[in-house]
């Protein structure tokens, strides 16, 4: 199976909506443009910035097309699945391959707590269930648990899980999931943006990174840098995109980089709620950042 594509930064993208949480065409195509253009190397859609949650599966579907219709096969285009039980995650995986994705990425179920060996076989049967490439997510902040390290190494085994993007920001772990599977090709991504470049240290092959949304062109510096040799330059541009990407754990999860593309004039509408906008100091905070990048 080809997996060359998978690398280099990959913007979790966010959808815009309307009062009535139905996808805004015009906008969804304006950001994909606008991360396009910034460089990046794929685009994700309805990861947890996406806010998979709030957008009902036919509503999934058409941003899907309207994502892929836009990008013309300039970058792949990845699926996320977020549901908790196995038989709505194949729907959605057929779903996509059905429509085109490249390959789709997987959250672990949330609000449950299912042991290994459940879980190996949610993964297996969803795998089994297309012939794409898949990628595991491990979001320990937002499901409550981690992949084990034992888990992953024997889902890389699986001919078509090919990888993983980490959100736990422990790099030790990160570390584990890499050093694990290097005998099978299998490939980590970064999900933390604060910790890119450590992770690329210790052989990710990109990330995942919201802040892309927004400022994707310095967050291709740091891959970019990196890939060239250019450690200096590339701790550089990861420490530029810190203070802008810690300024969103001050605002409810995920909306701040939804505020912050507001801010460059996107125009991407409100979160869907219960979520509502940041709050006047972190929008403030939002700008400053933003300001010191030189994107406002």
Do not use: W
Request: aromatic content about 6%; overall charge negative; glycine content about 8%.
């Amino acid at each position: 199976m080809d997996t060359n594509f998978i690398h280099g930064v990959i913007p979790p993208i966010l959808t815009p909506v309307d009062e009535s949480d139905h996808v805004v065409d015009s906008a969804m195509r304006r950001l994909t443009e606008h991360v396009i253009e910034g460089g990046v190397h794929g685009i994700l859609a309805f990861g947890s910035n996406g806010e998979f949650y709030g957008v009902d599966p036919m509503e999934q579907q058409r941003a899907l097309t309207i994502i892929l219709d836009q990008v013309s096969g300039r970058v792949p285009v990845y699926m996320g699945i977020g549901a908790i039980t196995t038989r709505e995650c194949i729907k959605t995986a057929i779903m996509a391959e059905k429509e085109g994705a490249q390959a789709v990425s997987i959250l672990a179920p949330m609000f449950v707590a299912p042991n290994d060996d459940e879980l190996y076989e949610h993964f297996t049967a969803i795998a089994k269930s297309v012939s794409l490439p898949v990628l595991l997510y491990n979001n320990p902040g937002r499901v409550g648990y981690n992949f084990s390290t034992n888990l992953v190494a024997r889902l890389a085994k699986l001919p078509n899980i090919v990888g993983m993007k980490d959100s736990s920001g422990n790099l030790t772990m990160t570390a584990e999931y890499i050093r694990l599977t290097k005998g099978e090709q299998y490939k980590v991504l970064a999900g933390k943006d604060t910790v890119i470049l450590a992770s690329l240290v210790y052989g990710a092959v990109g990330c995942v990174a919201s802040t892309a949304n927004v400022v994707p062109k310095l967050v291709v510096e740091i891959y970019d840098k990196f890939m060239a040799g250019d450690i200096k330059g590339a701790l550089e541009a990861q420490y530029k995109l810190n203070p802008f990407r810690m300024v969103f754990d001050k605002a409810s999860f995920p909306i701040a980089a939804k505020e912050a593309a507001n801010l460059i004039g996107l125009d991407l509408g409100n979160p869907i709620k219960p979520n509502k906008g940041c709050s006047d100091d972190v929008k403030a905070q939002l700008k400053k950042t933003l300001q010191d990048i030189g994107v406002l």
